[in-house]
């Protein structure tokens, strides 16, 4: 085989390796909202539990020192704070299912600083850790359960 043939041959293979996966990760499908459309970039959204009898929405959790945390109302109320979705990759319009994200509360903080979500250092005593307000923001994902219309929310590990 020539030189020229086996570049030909390895970047062709490259252009469909890249090609096979542009095209599987747009076949993710969208996360919807509970009206069933999906979740749009920049919009506000209200984080609600699938089972409503055992707590409220995702709020600020104020522990009286900076940062604050993320957490849940004891009991659903009207004026909890929206949150809203940036996708990692700017081609997405839409927040998919298992593409990474970063999330935010639309909110301000007595702590003068960002509201996006951020996993905090583990806490010594308890292995814990906490999402915190503030800081530049990890990447989450949200995959499907079993459930259709109820998902989770994960932390993405991984460097994006």
């Not at 996360?31 to 539990?49: N, S």
Request: aromatic share 10%.
């Amino acid at each position: 085989m020539s030189t020229k043939l086996i570049e030909t041959s390895l970047s062709l293979m490259v252009w469909l390796v890249i090609a096979t996966s542009a095209i599987a990760q747009s076949d993710n499908p969208p996360v919807l909202d509970t009206e069933g459309h999906p979740l749009e970039p920049g919009r506000d959204y209200y984080i609600t539990p699938a089972v409503t009898d055992i707590g409220g929405r995702a709020t600020i959790v104020d522990n009286g020192t900076c940062p604050l945390f993320v957490g849940q109302e004891n009991t659903f109320v009207e004026e909890s704070f929206a949150v809203f979705f940036t996708p990692f990759a700017k081609e997405d319009d839409v927040v998919k299912v298992n593409r990474d994200f970063q999330v935010a509360f639309s909110a301000a903080t007595l702590c003068l600083q960002g509201t996006g979500w951020t996993l905090g250092e583990r806490d010594t005593e308890s292995g814990r850790r906490l999402i915190v307000v503030g800081g530049v923001g990890s990447y989450f994902r949200i995959s499907e359960t079993q459930v259709k219309g109820v998902y989770n929310i994960g932390w993405c590990p991984i460097d994006v």
